[in-house]
């Protein structure tokens, strides 16, 4: 059965670091991951989707890798603000799961000015 | 505007009283689903709804129920709560059966007493 694992639980770093988020899957075989962004109380925002054929995808600062034979995906956040301070999500699709989303529980990021 | 509507935002009931959560999308997506979101235990999934009248059970379906009559509206009832449904409950929706980009509602934080 698919388990996503995402380590750290929180992180704090300064503002202006580059930071790397991580997301490790047990089952190779995934149709696609998306990584998502929660703010307080409210809802997800997705951030990136890497089908399983793709290595890797950017959005301005962001940067999203797949290696699905080391189940691994990471999180590459370019000179972080506080506005970026948020819990991320990642999430994998997998067939067997007929498609639905298996989560991680997250990282909470803290971004100190 | 793109987006997923859920209502009511915030709701507090008593046990035993039926009450209907909406969500309703204007982007035409065939798949519809629920989730709930419980600290410690992360984004669990209710039901979803791969296209109008086909619905299936998620991780934790007991105690719901759903119905997709028109494609924009995906409404989730609890005929029955009770206090182990307090949770913060999100809807969300998707292209090709939820494979695509996930777009998320802002969620319903429901307190059942």
């Known amino acids: 059965k698919q388990e996503v694992t995402q380590i750290p639980a929180a992180l704090s770093v300064p503002e202006g670091e580059n930071l790397v988020l991580n997301c490790s899957f047990t089952?190779?075989?995934?149709?696609?991951l998306q990584w998502f962004r929660q703010d307080p109380g409210k809802g997800l925002t997705s951030l990136l989707l890497?089908?399983?054929s793709q290595r890797e995808q950017t959005s301005g600062r962001l940067n999203a890798s797949l290696d699905k034979s080391s189940g691994r995906s990471t999180l590459y956040i370019a000179a972080s603000q506080p506005g970026d301070s948020a819990t991320y999500l990642c999430?994998?699709?997998?067939?067997?799961?007929?498609?639905?989303?298996?989560w991680g529980a997250g990282t909470k990021l803290i971004i100190k000015p | 505007e793109a987006q997923v509507t859920q209502n009511p935002r915030y709701l507090i009931t008593v046990t035993g009283k039926k009450l209907t959560v909406t969500c309703s999308q204007n982007?035409?997506?065939?798949?519809m689903s629920w989730y709930r979101q419980d600290p410690g235990l992360g984004l669990r999934q209710i039901y979803y709804s791969m296209n109008v009248e086909v619905t299936d059970k998620g991780d934790v379906p007991e105690g719901y129920k759903v119905s997709r009559k028109e494609k924009r509206n995906f409404p989730l009832i609890l005929e029955s709560p009770s206090p182990n449904q307090t949770s913060l409950y999100f809807c969300?929706?998707?292209?090709?059966?939820?494979?695509?980009?996930?777009?998320f509602g802002e969620g319903s934080r429901l307190t059942v007493l």
């Open positions: 969300a929706s998707s292209t090709r059966q939820g494979t695509g980009e996930l777009f």
């Open positions: 089952d190779s075989a995934i149709y696609n």
């Open positions: 982007m035409n997506h065939e798949y």
């Open positions: 890497i089908q399983s």
């Open positions: 999430a994998v699709s997998t067939l067997d799961s007929n498609y639905q989303l298996i």
